[in-house]
Every structure is written in C-alpha cells, then in structure tokens.
C-alpha cells in the first residue's frame, strides 16, 4: 500500500517526540479517541499555515470538527502558550541569555476583518482598517510572551496594565523595561506599567527623519509579527472569538520555535559526534 504523501505543514518526528506531551490530554488509548492525535496536530498546523477554513480540511486528515473541537480543548488548557514559554526560556540559554528576560518590546497591528469577526471589530482611524487589533509583547530577541485581541478602535495606551500583568506572569516578574512607540505615551499607560513593576521606555523617530528608519529595539516586534503573517490565517481576523485569534498565535509561534529547537539539538547532536 502507498504510504500517505505528507503535507508541508505536517510535523517531524522529531518536532512531535517534543510536543507531543504538551498535547496529551488525555492517553493514546482513550476509548473516546477515534484519530491518532499526531494527525489532528497536523490538521491544526495544515489549517494555520494554509488559512483554508476550517470546513475545507483535506479529506485524508481528520474531520475538521474533530480539529476544532480538540483546538478548542488545547486553546483552553493554556498547552501551546506552555510550549511557547519552555521554548523561549531554552532558545535563549542557548543563546547565552537569562532564562527569563528582563526587557520586553510592545506594540500592535490591526487585523483586517472578516464576516466571522466582523461583529466584534472595530474601525482604526489611523491605519483607516476595520478590523481587530493584536497587542503583542516580544523579548529582545522576538520571543511571544503575551497576546491581547481588541477591536481596532481601541488604543494601544489602554492595554499597557492587561499586557504587562501577562508579561510578569510569563516570567516570574522578571521583566524591568518595556520599549514602545508614541503611541504608548502619556502618564496613563507609565503608571499601569509601573503598577506591575515595569519602566516604559519610549523609542522615538529623529527629529530630522528622511526615508525608512531602523528603529533600535522597535524592530525586533515588527520581525516577530512577520513570523505570524507566514502563517495565512493570522494574514486577515477569520476568527468568531478573540480567544481563538490570541490561541493562533501562541500556535504559530510553537511551530516556528519547536522548529529552531529541532535544528539547534540536531546541530549540538552533530557536533558533539563529530558528524558533518
């Protein structure tokens, strides 16, 4: 019998002995169980990659309400947010860094709108989009920490207090420093960040600017949201729930790190054998 050609988007073995036991909620053998959970995996990463909806799932991966349902079940036991924070804490040991990092960058981009989500979007006057905003923060090195969906309407300084919170619950109340744009100035959003123990720093634009700028620090979040628009269904807002569109990301961003991780233990498993 031909064995199954697999999609691009499919897990490695090696990918899966690593998430595999985030992703176990319950055993193998459970007799409610009926699709192996590697291949609902798959159908997850086959739909966030691709951005096809969910009701045009390839027929030789599972139903698709099995897919959602179990996502579902994933976004709400917290697994894949778990997943990113191990994989942020080893990728920077292996970079030499803390475990935990002490500064952070925030900002936000507004999601176009979709007949799903369009209920709950809102209008950015700035970017003139309707749509749902993604409050994102990063480490210096673009590791995801903390996401917060809003409708585009809502401003950036408001969301200080809620990002932060979530930032010092990432890391134990590590993080001192937080880089922002001008959209976060103002005594309202210094004081919700002090309130959780963190100092916003502002990077401005030169006075005498002329031409694309490379901001310091402020690039490192413009980066990571590029990781996330590889990933076409975080291209537009195709979600009915907010809770669902943060989930993606933290699923996007575990498949890029789950990656790096595989090919920085390949890498040390070579150079420790002496293999080329």
């Not at 475990?99 to 369009?118: C, F, H, K, N, Y």
């Not at 420093?177 to 502002?202: H, K, N, S, W």
């Not at 569109?245 to 070579?270: E, P, S, T, Y």
């Amino acid at each position: 019998m031909k064995e199954k050609e697999r999609y691009p988007s499919d897990v490695s073995d090696d990918e899966w002995a690593f998430v595999a036991p985030y992703l176990t909620l319950m055993t193998e053998q459970a007799p409610q169980r009926m699709y192996p959970l590697r291949e609902v995996f798959n159908g997850l990463r086959y739909i966030t990659r691709s951005g096809a909806p969910w009701r045009m799932m390839p027929h030789d991966l599972p139903p698709w309400h099995v897919v959602y349902q179990q996502t579902q079940r994933w976004l709400s036991a917290g697994v894949f947010q778990t997943m990113v924070d191990d994989l942020r804490a080893i990728l920077r040991m292996a970079q030499g860094r803390n475990a935990e990092p002490t500064a952070v960058i925030l900002d936000s981009r507004t999601m176009q709108s979709s007949p799903e989500s369009g209920a709950r979007a809102g209008y950015d006057g700035a970017k003139r989009k309707k749509g749902s905003k993604v409050h994102i923060a990063v480490d210096t090195l673009g590791h995801l920490l903390a996401v917060r969906v809003t409708p585009a309407n809502e401003g950036d300084r408001a969301q200080v207090e809620q990002l932060a919170q979530a930032v010092q619950e990432a890391t134990g109340h590590n993080v001192q420093v937080a880089y922002v744009d001008a959209g976060y100035t103002g005594e309202q959003a210094a004081e919700a960040a002090e309130g959780q123990g963190i100092r916003l720093e502002v990077v401005k634009l030169p006075d005498a600017k002329r031409g694309f700028i490379l901001l310091p620090r402020r690039w490192v979040v413009e980066r990571s949201f590029a990781w996330a628009t590889r990933f076409r269904r975080l291209a537009r807002d195709y979600e009915r729930l907010p809770e669902t569109l943060a989930g993606l990301h933290f699923v996007a961003f575990a498949i890029v790190f789950a990656a790096r991780f595989v090919q920085l233990a390949q890498f040390l498993n070579q150079s420790t054998c002496g293999c080329s």
